[in-house]
């Protein structure tokens, strides 16, 4: 038990240097505009280049992890988002910063997929729920630690500076995996044709992906849209973002109450469902402008709480021999939803009039979670014969 606790430690730490250095181009976006001379539709850009390669590399990369193995993959991973931050540090200009950026991501996506997998294989069978709620939240932790420090950083030594900080995150993190020897008992699966899921647990599996990528979509119209929410109705810029910020904090600290709840009462698909609806119920109540000076709090508190039992979803219908491959394919998903959401969101403001309209997105998507929450139960209701321990005993 201490072991697996041990390596969900490690794991945690490297997510939130992940987390770290994806936030960073949004945290130093200001001084970048002004180091570069770029405006804000190319920081946009940047911002959402991290994630982009997932859509097409996640189904790959869980090939591929099938072959080499997770702690493999996962080094490779940390050695590209290292050298995508060096040359985003040293860059003299705009494209070959955007370049170390994506080759940052390239790693970032590959890390992400097989640390999930490293977490849902230690504890496959052992409170996986808690677990991964715990992992989970390393995400918030980052990105909230990103915003705290590097505009300070940045304010006081210069934008490149930042960058080095950001470097050494990752550097950090990357010693902190190797030394620990975390995922070495991992195998590795040479059969081509044992490695991809099949039938109902490819349809359960493709359903939890969409699942998890619509939620996180909702989640992504608080933190891109609140505080312009805010803004419009006669907010200062510092005190929304203040405010959108506070969510974050939040969600990382309520977030492994929901794995804690899955796995004391054994009702995974009921403590998703219950927080769905209470998110929805809040994105409902703030698309009519209802309370919004404490919106962003409670939206942390209660959108953390669906986040851990969403996550053990793939590991609960995949068997461990296709659960590399399903989870790329459970990444891919993720990523299109995630990466398009945000965009789909503003041009709904746009149409509509109002960044308000994002919240009525975001709680259509919610409503949506709900009827598949339904599907992946449908499909993966017959598969007691080859689910891992931690699916039958769900």
């Not at 959108?244 to 492994?256: D, E, H, K, N, Y």
């Not at 942390?300 to 609960?316: E, F, Y």
Request: with cysteine; proline share 4%; glycine share 12%.
């Amino acid at each position: 038990m201490a072991v697996r606790w041990r390596v969900l430690g490690v794991l945690f730490l490297v997510r939130t240097a992940m987390a770290f250095q994806f936030q960073a181009s949004a945290a130093l976006a200001p001084f970048a505009m002004e180091y570069y001379g770029v405006g804000l539709a190319e920081t946009g850009l940047i911002f959402g280049l991290y994630f982009a390669p997932g859509i097409v590399m996640a189904l790959p990369a869980g090939a591929m992890g099938a072959w080499l193995g997770d702690a493999r993959l996962v080094r490779w991973g940390l050695w590209l988002m290292c050298a995508g931050a060096v040359i985003m540090a040293l860059a003299p200009e705009w494209n070959t910063h955007m370049a170390g950026r994506l080759l940052a991501g390239v790693g970032g996506i590959t890390l992400n997929l097989f640390m999930s997998k490293i977490v849902a294989d230690t504890f496959d069978g052992h409170e996986v729920g808690t677990a991964m709620s715990v992992f989970i939240a390393s995400w918030p932790a980052g990105i909230a630690l990103a915003l705290s420090v590097l505009p300070r950083v940045a304010e006081s030594h210069g934008f490149t500076t930042g960058l080095w900080v950001t470097v050494t995150i990752v550097l950090l993190g990357l010693l902190c995996f190797v030394l620990s020897g975390a995922g070495s008992k991992a195998t590795a699966v040479s059969a081509p044709g044992q490695i991809w899921p099949r039938g109902r647990i490819r349809a359960a599996t493709l359903a939890a992906g969409t699942l998890w990528g619509l939620y996180n979509a909702a989640l992504a119209m608080v933190f891109a849209f609140g505080a312009l929410i805010l803004v419009e109705r006669g907010w200062s810029l510092a005190p929304a973002s203040d405010a959108a910020g506070s969510a974050l904090w939040a969600l990382a600290l309520t977030t492994p109450l929901g794995g804690i709840l899955a796995d004391r009462t054994g009702r995974n698909d009921a403590v998703i469902l219950v927080g769905l609806v209470a998110f929805f119920a809040l994105m409902t109540a703030a698309s009519l402008g209802w309370l919004p000076g404490i919106l962003f709090p409670i939206t942390g508190l209660v959108g953390g709480l669906a986040a851990g039992p969403i996550m053990t979803l793939p590991a609960r219908v995949l068997p461990v021999e296709t659960r590399a491959t399903g989870l790329g394919l459970f990444f891919a998903i993720y990523y299109l939803l995630i990466v398009t959401g945000p965009i789909i969101g503003g041009f709904v403001a746009e149409l509509a009039g109002t960044t308000l309209a994002t919240f009525w997105l975001a709680a259509a998507m919610l409503a949506i979670c709900v009827l598949i929450l339904g599907l992946y139960r449908f499909w993966s209701s017959d598969q007691s014969g080859s689910m891992s321990p931690s699916a039958r005993s769900s």
